[in-house]
């Protein structure tokens, strides 16, 4: 059954690669209250890159679907609130109905392009052909509707992807602009790319569960509906595109009416508060709480231990060597800290380890690296994290058969090869693999804090509760 909606629908003028849970909940959410708020007629065509669209529950309720935000308020009370989206208009396959995703790129009513094809999605692919119906690749499948659009007549379109990849509308631009190498488009076609269209770099941050499980019935009551497409969030929400000085203003005015969106001339602090308070906090709690037995981030926040710990770690190891403005992160660190306490959000710190040394190379080594050249001394809360992901993924815990690591086939083999190894032989091997890292961290008080650490660590219970006994 469709939820209730009283409101006139948009036209079409957003199309939108990938429809899964964080995009409906985040981008199309923004987009519907934008349309509300100032009666805007920003419509989004939703295009589904693999499969076909017969068995949508979102074409079979007309793009209508809920979004429930819910979290903790200021004052710790829990607060919620309800948003039916009819801005999402219909599902749309490539693999079957191609010919109409053409007929869309000719559409001069179309204006914006945006994505969420996961940080894999912006790749380049050899073997793309333009001849495809469609071609695999979303950066292929881009180039092919541009190139099709450059020849109907029509407007250049603004593209606005949202993947977390570092500068990804700078990488799609030059994907889309390698593919039209490729395959001996002219340079007129070129001309019009750079002059018509416009790439525009981002940083997305919701948590965006998606369906309810424990109290899905419970909300349907309160509802008076069942909504098959029903999504949970949180209540935070935060858009940062950029505008270099070289692009054409937004076209899209989420910023002149959503208070969660901003326009920059440059994403990258916002990317960086981002990266390092939130992500890295996460990325260095997880060890710990993973062989301590604590299943999720709310979880550890209910533990004076667990919260203690990401205080600290962002008050003395990771703004102090964040070049923004105090009062701007400190704001920042409260409201993550809300984020982490979200009861409505259970999330599953083994989720959170997928890739985790990707994840400690990019979040958490170049404030590691900054803490020792200040202090001339390892980062504690840091050190402590890195030891603890070795004894996580090792193994080297009670409980560890239920906690397989999850990372990438080569990264698994590399570290799987370290388990004959002990004591600093272990640690050395660790520290000094730059494949891992893409540096050696093998300084000799770096190896010391890690050894001592590890052996406090490997194949004995561990309580969050004991993590500043390990310092001393």
């Given at each position: 059954?469709?939820p209730?909606?009283?409101?006139?629908?948009?036209?079409?003028?957003?199309?939108?690669?990938?429809?899964?849970?964080?995009?409906?909940?985040?981008?199309?959410?923004?987009?519907?209250?934008?349309?509300?708020?100032?009666?805007?007629?920003?419509?989004?065509?939703?295009?589904?890159?693999?499969?076909?669209?017969?068995?949508?529950?979102?074409?079979a309720?007309?793009g209508?679907?809920?979004?429930?935000?819910?979290?903790?308020?200021?004052?710790?009370?829990?607060?919620?609130?309800?948003?039916?989206?009819?801005?999402?208009?219909?599902?749309?396959?490539?693999?079957?109905?191609w010919?109409?995703?053409?007929?869309?790129?000719?559409?001069?009513?179309?204006?914006?392009?945006?994505?969420?094809?996961?940080?894999?999605?912006?790749?380049?692919?050899?073997?793309?052909?333009?001849?495809?119906?469609?071609?695999?690749?979303?950066?292929?499948?881009?180039?092919v509707?541009l190139?099709?659009?450059?020849q109907?007549?029509?407007?250049?379109?603004?593209?606005?992807?949202?993947?977390?990849?570092?500068?990804?509308?700078?990488?799609?631009?030059?994907?889309?602009?390698?593919?039209?190498?490729?395959?001996?488009?002219?340079?007129?076609?070129?001309d019009?790319?750079?002059?018509?269209?416009?790439?525009?770099?981002?940083?997305?941050?919701?948590?965006?569960?998606?369906?309810?499980?424990?109290?899905?019935?419970?909300i349907?009551?309160?509802?008076?509906?069942a909504?098959?497409?029903?999504?949970?969030?949180?209540?935070f929400?935060f858009?940062?595109?950029?505008?270099?000085?070289?692009?054409?203003?937004i076209?899209?005015?989420?910023?002149?009416?959503?208070?969660?969106?901003?326009?920059?001339?440059?994403?990258?602090?916002?990317?960086?508060?981002?990266?390092?308070l939130?992500?890295g906090?996460?990325t260095?709690?997880?060890?710990?709480?993973?062989?301590?037995?604590?299943?999720?981030v709310?979880?550890?926040?209910?533990?004076?231990?667990?919260?203690?710990?990401?205080?600290?770690?962002?008050?003395?190891?990771?703004?102090?060597?964040?070049?923004l403005?105090?009062?701007?992160?400190?704001?920042?660190?409260?409201?993550?800290?809300?984020?982490?306490?979200?009861?409505?959000?259970?999330?599953?710190w083994?989720?959170?380890?997928?890739?985790?040394?990707?994840?400690?190379?990019?979040?958490?080594?170049?404030?590691?690296?900054?803490?020792?050249?200040?202090?001339?001394?390892?980062a504690?809360?840091?050190?402590?994290?890195?030891?603890?992901?070795l004894?996580?993924?090792?193994?080297?815990?009670?409980?560890?058969?239920?906690?397989?690591?999850?990372?990438?086939?080569?990264?698994?083999?590399?570290?799987?090869?370290?388990?004959?190894?002990?004591?600093?032989a272990?640690?050395?091997?660790?520290?000094?693999d730059?494949?891992?890292?893409?540096?050696?961290?093998d300084?000799?008080?770096?190896?010391?804090?890690?050894?001592?650490?590890?052996?406090?660590?490997?194949?004995?219970?561990?309580?969050?509760?004991?993590w500043?006994?390990?310092?001393?």
């Open positions: 059954m469709a209730p909606y009283p409101h006139p629908r948009p036209r079409a003028r957003i199309l939108q690669f990938g429809g899964g849970n964080f995009l409906r909940g985040f981008l199309d959410w923004k987009v519907e209250g934008m349309n509300r708020a100032a009666g805007t007629d920003w419509g989004i065509i939703v295009l589904r890159s693999l499969g076909g669209v017969a068995d949508s529950a979102l074409n309720q007309d209508l679907y809920t979004v429930l935000a819910r979290g903790l308020g200021a004052d710790g009370q829990p607060v919620s609130d309800v948003r039916v989206v009819g801005a999402v208009l219909r599902e749309i396959s490539c693999q079957t109905d010919p109409r995703v053409l007929e869309l790129a000719a559409n001069p009513e179309i204006e914006v392009v945006v994505s969420n094809t996961t940080e894999s999605g912006i790749a380049h692919d050899p073997g793309a052909d333009p001849a495809d119906a469609p071609p695999a690749s979303f950066p292929a499948k881009l180039a509707l190139h099709h659009r450059w109907a007549g029509a407007p250049g379109w603004q593209v606005i992807p949202c993947e977390l990849t570092d500068k990804a509308g700078d990488l799609l631009a030059g994907l889309v602009r390698r593919h039209a190498a490729d395959w001996g488009w002219p340079q007129a076609f070129l019009w790319l750079g002059r018509a269209c416009s790439f525009h770099n981002t940083l997305v941050d919701r948590i965006v569960p998606g369906r309810p499980r424990g109290d899905l019935a419970a349907e009551s309160r509802l008076g509906y909504d098959p497409c029903l999504i949970t969030t949180e209540p929400h858009l940062a595109i950029e505008q270099r000085p070289d692009q054409p203003p076209r899209l005015p989420l910023a002149d009416f959503d208070d969660g969106t901003l326009v920059t001339p440059d994403v990258t602090p916002w990317k960086l508060r981002k990266v390092a939130l992500n906090a996460h260095a709690l997880c060890p710990l709480a993973l062989i301590a037995g604590i299943p999720t709310g979880a550890a926040m209910g533990d004076p231990a667990g919260r203690a710990f990401l205080v600290r770690l962002m008050q003395e190891e990771i703004k102090p060597f964040l070049n403005p105090g009062p701007d992160l400190d704001r920042f660190a409260a409201e993550v800290l809300n984020r982490f306490a979200n009861p409505f959000i259970a999330h599953a083994h989720d959170i380890s997928l890739n985790a040394v990707s994840k400690i190379r990019q979040r958490n080594l170049d404030r590691m690296a900054a803490y020792h050249a200040r202090h001339g001394a390892p504690p809360l840091f050190s402590l994290s890195l030891a603890a992901w004894v996580f993924y090792l193994g080297r815990f009670p409980g560890a058969a239920q906690l397989p690591p999850r990372d990438t086939p080569e990264t698994l083999a590399r570290i799987a090869a370290l388990q004959p190894l002990q004591g600093l272990l640690v050395r091997a660790w520290l000094g730059t494949t891992l890292w893409g540096r050696s961290l300084l000799p008080d770096l190896r010391a804090t890690v050894l001592h650490h590890v052996e406090a660590l490997s194949e004995r219970p561990f309580r969050l509760a004991d500043p006994g390990l310092l001393t």
